[in-house]
């Protein structure tokens, strides 16, 4: 039912991992020797991001002007719409 809402916080709340994969080794023997051939592992970064963001309703009365620094409600599901998630 809120009208405006304004920025508490704002953090950066992305993670990332390293993944690892395979790598080899094979050894070969040749008479009494033997020689063994080493393939690094494959890593592969993955980054998720994400913002963690706080933020105060305001349920303005109409006529009345927002703060300084305040959204109007509208807008935003105007521009956002249905990519916003809900809960």
Do not use: C, M, W, Y
Request: positive net charge.
């Amino acid at each position: 039912g809120g009208t405006h809402f304004v920025v508490i916080s704002a953090e950066d709340a992305s993670r990332s991992n390293v993944l690892t994969f395979g790598g080899t080794s094979e050894t070969t023997f040749r008479g009494n020797r033997a020689i063994t051939t080493h393939s690094a592992p494959d890593q592969i970064t993955v980054v998720r991001p994400g913002r963690d963001l706080f933020i105060r309703v305001l349920k303005l009365e109409p006529g009345h002007a927002p703060p300084a620094g305040t959204f109007a409600a509208d807008e935003i599901i105007r521009h956002v719409g249905a990519r916003a998630r809900r809960s």
